[in-house]
């Protein structure tokens, strides 16, 4: 799928290098904020249903805990690594300073195919892998939630599993848990809505009408299905889709509604082999270079690199994945007019509402779903707004100004504390 791999925390440190030189950070405080805090690998057994016993590598990283206890979600997935989950908690970390919600950055991982487990086995996996890093995780520490090939149940399990070796619940160690159990309403849908927010502020700030725009979405998980919903319900047309099977194609516009009902009796829970008319099969690689208005990459990073950045068609990157686009890429889409809403600004919905799921544990006090969109909305909108007039005054992306916010919030912060002792 990738055309080219680049190190996400590579990627990431050069991101961060080019914010903190635009603000003329400290050297010191580079050297800080630059590698994360703490870093467990654990290695752990888990029984499969045959029988047999296999051992499965996993991580937790927390990149920075300074504005209050690590918050991030933790993949299933067989490409996972060290380096990755280095990136992905660092990146959280600038996401929360962002949208100014009081967390750290932490990512977790297990390098695990979960389509390739039974049920019985993917519980035994995730609780083991609970077990393992119960000694940094905690409601007031490390916080997790669901990512790439986790969901609402894999939290339960862990939350349960955490609860049974207190010996009583403790329902905020997870968000993104299922509401029967302490989840918050709006919270699976929220990564999408938060990119559907985006998406319509992006699309009125370069004068784009979205019952006229046509829309390219690769990824259809969680945040890829919800976006695309959502988009089109906003009157764009959906023309380009892509899971694992592959991409779809139709001019006319896809059947959003259709492919997620498709999905959801498939056996291989993909959208192989689903017809409509009109309707083309497309690569991975060709379905990026469609030409579109907006182009909403919601699957894993290094897709949009040096090599394809040149043929990538859209007026709008609406980033709902982590880390889809490198920086060569960025450079070049940034001459090209491309205007880039970077991930740590499209795709913080999630782990806003996340925030609000845990406070609403916290205090064991519910809100209603309007409350929470109502307050989702704001949120997006205002931090929308303000990175966006950074990027204006200072004549820089839309990335580089988002970082620029956030960067000075945690070394802000950072100085503030002081060096401990
Ligand atoms: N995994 C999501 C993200 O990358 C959500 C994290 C969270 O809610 O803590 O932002």
């Known amino acids: 799928m990738a055309s080219e791999y680049h190190n996400p925390f590579g990627i990431a440190q050069a991101q961060f290098d080019l914010a903190a030189e635009k603000l003329n950070l400290d050297q010191n405080l580079r050297a800080v904020l630059r590698v994360p805090q703490r870093e467990l690998s654990v290695n752990f057994p888990v029984k499969h249903d045959d029988g047999s016993i296999k051992v499965y590598s996993g991580y937790r990283v927390q990149h920075n805990i300074t504005r209050g206890p690590a918050k991030g979600g933790i993949r299933y997935h067989p490409s996972v690594n060290l380096d990755e989950v280095r990136a992905l908690a660092m990146w959280m970390t600038w996401k929360c300073a962002l949208v100014n919600i009081p967390y750290g950055g932490a990512k977790g991982g297990v390098i695990v195919d979960p389509k390739l487990l039974s049920m019985t086995e993917l519980e035994r996996l995730t609780r083991r892998y609970a077990a393992e890093i119960s000694v940094i995780v905690g409601p007031e520490r490390d916080i997790p939630a669901p990512d790439v090939g986790t969901n609402a149940q894999v939290m ?120 409509q008319t009109g309707t083309e099969r497309l690569t991975n690689s060709e379905l990026l270079e469609i030409e579109c208005d907006i182009l909403v990459p919601a699957a894993l990073e290094n897709q949009i690199t040096g090599l394809n950045a040149g043929r990538i068609r859209t007026k709008l990157l609406i980033e709902a994945a982590n880390g889809p686009t490198t920086p060569e890429a960025d450079a070049l889409l940034y001459d090209r007019g491309v205007l880039v809403v970077p991930d740590i600004l499209a795709n913080a919905g999630g782990v806003t509402v996340s925030y609000f799921e845990w406070v609403q544990g916290l205090q064991e006090f519910f809100w209603s779903e309007e409350e929470i969109t109502e307050r989702l909305d704001r949120i997006m909108v205002r931090s929308f707004a303000s990175v966006l007039e950074i990027a204006l005054r200072e004549k820089i992306s839309m990335r580089l100004a988002a970082y620029l916010v956030a960067v000075k919030r945690v070394a802000e912060a950072t100085t503030i504390r002081g060096i401990y002792p």
């Open 156 to 275: 339960s399990w862990f939350m349960d599993t955490i609860s049974m070796h207190r010996g009583y619940t403790v329902p905020a160690i997870v968000t993104g848990k299922p509401i029967e159990v302490g989840g918050s309403l709006g919270r699976v849908d929220a990564t999408g809505h938060g990119v559907s927010v985006i998406t319509r502020e992006a699309a009125k700030h370069i004068g784009l009408r979205l019952e006229q725009a046509k829309v390219v979405v690769q990824g259809f998980g969680n945040v890829g299905s919800i976006s695309a919903a959502q988009i089109g319900e906003m009157g764009a047309r959906i023309v380009g889709l892509s899971d694992v099977s592959g991409g779809y194609y139709n001019r006319r516009g896809l059947d959003v509604h259709a492919m997620l009902d498709y999905i959801k009796q498939s056996p291989t829970k993909t959208l192989e082999g689903y017809h």
